[in-house]
C-alpha cells in the first residue's frame, strides 16, 4: 500500500469518526437546539445567568439538575398600573384590562379552544398558569425536562403567545364573574378597605387604578381593547423570562430564542411616576355591617432597589413584621389585648410602594388602638430599635432565608424579580450579608428620613365610628 492510500484511508475513517461521533451527540442533546444556537453574549455571576435574546427580550437562567423538569417564567411590566394609559370616548379609565388580557390568554388561539389548549398540555404532563398584578403581568409553564415533553410544551406555549385572540364569550364570561368579584369586595371588610387605601394614598397615580377593575369599567371593555393592551405591552422587549432546572446553558439560550421569537420586538414601557406622599393626613371612615372594625393605615415609601431597604426591612420587621416577636404585636395584643392580629409590610414596587399596618378590633376600642399604633410607630422612629432587638432580628432573616430558595418554582420567582425590577444578579448571594452589615444608626436615620406619620392615611371600615372620633384622632396628631 503507497502513501497516498494511506493518506485517502485515513481521511475516509476520520470521516466516518466524525459523523458518528456527532449524530451519538445530537441524538443525547437534541440536536435541532444545539446545532442552530446562535452566540449571545452572557453575563454570570454566581449561579445565575444573564442575556439578551436577538429581539430584546431578557432572561436569566440557573441551572438546577435535581429533579427532570424545567420551569419557563415570563414577567411581563404590563400590570394594573399600565391600565390607565386606557379610556373609554368618555375618559373612563379602562381598569381591569391587564388582568382581563391576563386571565384570557389561554382561552384560545384562532386554531384552539380553552379546552383543547388545556388538554394539550395535560396529556404533556405540564404544568401552566399566569397572573396579573399592579407592577407586573404573568405566564408561567412547568415541564419534564424530557425531550418530548418540552418541546410539546414550547410549541404550544409560542403558539398561544403568538396567536391568543381573546374570544368574545370568554371575555363576557369573565367580567361576569369581576362583577361578582366586586360585589363581594364591598361585602369584605378587609377587601373594601384595601380598595380603599391604593386610592387614597395613590390617588391619580398609576397604582391608584384598581386591578379588578370598577362596574363602570368593566362594562365598557370590548375585545378590540384586550387585543390592543396585548399587542403594547406583551413584546420582546417588555418581558422577562426566567429559566430554572435541569437543562444545559446552551439549550436555554436556543429556547429563550424560541420564546422570544413568538412574540413582536415591541418597545418597553415608560418608566412610572414618582409615587407622592400625602402633604397631610387622611382619614377615610366607611360603615359596615361587620362585627370587627378594619383599620389599614400607611403612604408611599419604597421602590425596589433602593438604598434604604435593608435599614427599613429590618426596622419594620422589629416593630411589626415577625409576628408574636414584634414590638406592634406585643404592645397592642399581648399587653393590652386590642386585636388578634396586627403586623405592617413594607411591600416594595416599581414606583413607591406602600408602607402599611394592618389590623383588627373592636368598635369601642378602635380609637385607642389607632392611637396605640401612632405611638408606638413615633416612638421607634425617635430612638430606633434596641442592639437585642436587631441582633435577634438579623438572626430570624438570615436563618429563615434559604427556606425562600427551597424549590425551583421559589428560584424561578426570584430570578424574574431580580430581571424585572432590574436588581442585581448577585442580589440574593449577597442579601444575608447586606442585613448582617445594617446599623442601630442606619435605621433610626433611615426611618427619620423616610417615615412620615403626619401624612399617612388612616382607612377605617366597620361599626358605626362617630364623626367626633375621627376628629378626636386628627387633632391629636396636629397637637404631637
Request: proline residues 4%.
Amino acid at each position: 500500500m503507497n502513501v497516498w492510500t494511506i493518506k485517502r484511508t485515513l481521511l475516509i475513517v476520520g470521516s466516518i469518526l466524525l459523523t458518528t461521533s456527532f449524530t451519538c451527540f445530537a441524538q443525547n442533546h437534541g440536536n435541532s437546539v444545539e446545532k442552530s444556537q446562535p452566540s449571545q453574549k452572557v453575563v454570570s455571576k454566581g449561579k445565575i445567568s444573564q442575556w439578551f435574546t436577538h429581539n430584546g427580550m431578557e432572561v436569566l437562567y440557573q441551572k438546577a439538575e435535581t429533579l427532570p423538569m424545567i420551569d419557563f417564567r415570563l414577567i411581563f411590566d404590563a400590570g394594573a398600573a399600565r391600565d390607565s394609559l386606557f379610556t373609554a370616548k368618555n375618559n373612563v379609565v379602562l381598569a381591569g384590562l391587564a388582568k382581563l388580557t391576563n386571565g384570557l390568554i389561554f382561552e384560545g388561539t384562532a386554531s384552539l379552544s380553552a379546552n383543547q389548549i388545556a388538554d394539550k398540555f395535560a396529556s404533556l404532563g405540564v404544568e401552566y398558569g399566569n397572573g396579573s398584578y399592579r407592577d407586573m403581568a404573568v405566564i408561567n409553564i412547568r415541564t419534564l425536562s424530557y425531550e418530548p415533553q418540552k418541546q410539546g410544551a414550547l410549541e404550544l406555549l409560542t403558539q398561544v403567545l403568538s396567536h391568543a385572540n381573546f374570544p368574545d364569550d370568554a371575555l363576557q364570561r369573565e367580567i361576569a364573574r369581576m362583577m361578582v368579584a366586586l360585589d363581594y369586595e364591598d361585602q369584605t371588610p378587609s377587601k373594601r378597605a384595601s380598595r380603599l387605601f391604593y386610592e387614597t394614598l395613590y390617588g391619580h397615580h398609576p397604582y391608584g387604578t384598581p386591578p379588578n377593575g370598577t362596574r363602570e369599567s368593566l362594562k365598557l371593555i370590548q375585545r378590540e381593547d384586550l387585543a390592543a393592551y396585548y399587542k403594547q405591552f406583551y413584546v420582546a422587549k417588555n418581558v422577562v423570562l426566567a429559566i430554572v432546572g435541569d437543562l444545559t446553558l446552551v439549550q436555554a439560550q436556543a429556547y429563550a430564542e424560541k420564546i422570544s421569537n413568538a412574540l413582536p420586538i415591541g418597545a418597553k414601557v415608560a418608566p412610572l411616576p414618582f409615587a407622592q406622599s400625602n402633604k397631610e393626613e387622611i382619614v377615610i371612615r366607611k360603615n359596615h355591617p361587620s362585627t370587627q372594625t378594619t383599620v389599614l393605615m400607611g403612604e408611599p415609601l419604597l421602590k425596589r432597589g433602593d438604598k434604604d431597604y435593608y435599614a427599613l426591612y429590618l426596622g419594620n420587621h422589629i416593630l411589626g413584621g415577625s409576628g408574636f416577636s414584634a414590638r406592634l404585636m406585643k404592645e397592642v395584643r399581648v399587653k393590652r389585648g386590642l386585636t388578634y392580629s396586627i403586623g405592617s409590610y413594607l411591600v416594595p414596587m416599581h414606583a413607591q410602594g406602600p408602607y402599611q399596618f394592618s389590623f383588627t378590633t373592636k368598635q369601642s376600642s378602635t380609637q385607642e388602638a389607632i392611637q396605640l399604633v401612632r405611638d408606638n410607630l413615633r416612638q421607634f422612629i425617635a430612638n430606633g430599635p434596641t442592639e437585642e432587638e436587631l441582633n435577634n432580628a438579623k438572626l430570624n432573616i438570615t436563618g429563615s432565608f434559604p427556606l425562600r430558595q427551597a424549590s425551583n418554582k421559589d428560584i424561578v420567582e426570584n430570578l424574574a424579580v431580580i430581571g424585572f425590577y432590574d436588581l442585581p444578579l448577585d442580589y440574593l448571594e449577597r442579601y444575608n450579608s447586606q442585613i448582617e452589615a445594617v446599623t442601630l444608626e442606619q435605621i433610626k436615620s433611615a426611618f427619620k428620613r423616610r417615615v412620615h406619620p403626619e401624612k399617612m392615611a388612616t382607612i377605617i371600615v366597620g361599626p358605626q365610628v362617630e364623626d367626633k372620633t375621627i376628629k378626636a384622632l386628627i387633632m391629636q396628631d396636629k397637637k404631637e
